[in-house]
């Protein structure tokens, strides 16, 4: 990597270490770490929620749907435009005013509030186990990007610079550390992909005339998708928006329900169709270049043997020159940085306060607990570096992660906000199988009826569960 790129990657780094011990003087309470002291605005929140979303999963991942099957990839985020308006209508109000009247700084707090400490302490621990993975799965999805960018970088290596960059700014500022720096980072994404990589890879492979000529018509229309597929993602993608951790933090740290609405309604239309949209065209992109032999000098000659994910960074790497191969960099590791700062903080969140509250809490003073709340974040971050030092697949992770909080805390949630007749006890037992079937359908490799995602059998398991336990047990909070 030339000296100049690496000089801006660094100040980049810099920047985000800054923004990070900047808040550290700031926050005076765990309300100021966890979710912003409840003033943040909707544009800061918007762009919050988005890059937390899209992150760097996602980046990386349209890439490779782009690469695979052009621009009906774009309809996996359309998933998500969807539910961040359903949230936005249906979620928002309850939760908004909630957690106002009772100081909610977690997910798993509103379990306890509608069905009882029980209930409450095992989706803290799902959701905890469940962003630890998330955790890992974007240290290693920066980690693979790095080490497939810059030639002279091993995987570990990268791992532990990535992690540790996260870990560290994100120990120190909390919420709004994440925030404001989602923002910057969402910034730079935006204008990387606006202004250098888009243009640039339009140019090198050929432009329209190269596209056509290359690939099949198929990659240029939005029907070449099926619709189990289009389901699969819907299952998997919309619940999160009811059941994420770090969704609600920033419904809480908004300064009132209007603007956390305004946020959720800015979020989706930045996932789809602008983020979307651009996602897949960048992994169209590679796809050509792939296809007219630009990756063979790289050693990736053989396009049918080529991981579809790798396109996007090769594609970078061979047409950037030196000063703005550090800018794209910057802004794909702030794409992945903005999911893993993130997903620490809420998996932080959840043990301090759901798991191991009761005992952290004890006769200790807002700065005390504040301390306890910064060593636990470094504690949990450390954990997840670890476990992607282990890892090498990150859809796997993310998969297994995803599976483990929807399939056992969709249900439980809807029947909270909606269902007069709430039980603890179906609740309890809703969480165990649904998430327990997604995983054993998953780990089992078993071919599910009509092509369908393991997540819809374990959610209707967890559906399934829930209605008998509450016509049978009765429950008295």
Not at 38 to 51: E, F, I, K, N, P
Not at 52 to 61: E, L, R, Y
Not at 104 to 124: I, S
Request: proline share 2%; charged share 10%; net charge neutral.
């Amino acid at each position: 990597m030339h000296i100049i790129d690496l000089t801006i990657f660094v100040i980049y780094m810099l920047v985000m270490l800054g923004v990070g011990f900047y808040f550290l003087r700031k926050n005076k309470s765990t309300d100021d770490y966890y979710v912003g002291g409840r003033s943040m605005g909707s544009w800061h929140v918007g762009l919050s929620v988005v890059a937390t979303d899209v992150g760097g999963g996602f980046s990386i991942g349209l890439g490779g749907l782009g690469f695979t099957m052009g621009i009906s990839g774009s309809w996996m985020l359309f998933t998500g435009l969807i539910g961040a308006w359903l949230a936005a209508v249906f979620l928002i109000p309850t939760i908004s005013k909630l957690s106002k009247d009772i100081n909610l700084l977690t997910f798993p707090q509103v379990f306890g509030h509608f069905y009882d400490k029980k209930v409450a302490l095992l989706a803290g621990i799902i959701s905890a186990v469940g962003y630890i993975g998330f955790t890992s799965s974007q240290i290693l999805a920066g980690a693979k990007l790095a080490s497939a960018s810059f030639v002279n970088l091993d995987i570990n290596s990268a791992l532990v610079i990535m992690g540790v960059i996260a870990i560290v700014y994100t120990v120190m500022g909390g919420m709004k550390a994440v925030i404001y720096t989602d923002t910057i980072q969402w910034i730079i994404l935006m204008s990387g992909l606006i202004f250098i990589g888009i243009p640039m890879g339009y140019v090198a492979i050929g432009g329209m005339e190269a596209i056509r000529e290359t690939l099949g018509s198929e990659f240029l229309a939005f029907n070449n998708i099926g619709w189990q597929t289009f389901v699969n993602w819907g299952i998997t993608i919309i619940p999160i928006w009811f059941v994420g951790m770090t969704l609600y933090q920033r419904i809480y740290s908004c300064r009132d329900e209007n603007q956390a609405k305004k946020a959720w309604f800015i979020a989706g239309l930045f996932e789809w169709p602008i983020m979307a949209l651009m996602g897949v065209m960048l992994g169209l992109f590679s796809r050509v270049a792939a296809e007219q032999g630009m990756f063979a000098s790289l050693g990736y000659g053989d396009v049918s043997v080529l991981d579809a994910e790798l396109g996007l960074p090769l594609l970078l790497r061979s047409i950037l020159p030196v000063g703005l191969m550090g800018l794209m960099m910057s802004a794909y590791f702030s794409a992945i940085m903005s999911t893993a700062d993130s997903c620490l903080m809420a998996a932080s969140g959840n043990l301090l306060t759901d798991v191991f509250g009761k005992w952290l809490h004890i006769n200790q003073s807002d700065s005390k607990v504040l301390r306890s709340s910064q060593w636990l974040t470094l504690v949990i971050g450390v954990l997840a570096l670890v476990l992607a030092l282990f890892m090498t697949d990150v859809l796997e992770l993310m998969l297994y992660s995803y599976a483990f909080m929807v399939s056992g805390l969709f249900i439980p949630i809807i029947a909270a906000l909606f269902w007069n007749g709430r039980n603890g006890n179906a609740a309890f037992a809703s969480m165990l199988v649904g998430g327990s079937t997604t995983l054993i359908l998953i780990l089992s490799g078993v071919t599910l009826p009509l092509g369908l995602d393991a997540n819809i059998y374990g959610i209707l398991g967890s559906l399934i569960t829930y209605i008998i336990v509450n016509r049978f047990v009765s429950f008295n909070k």
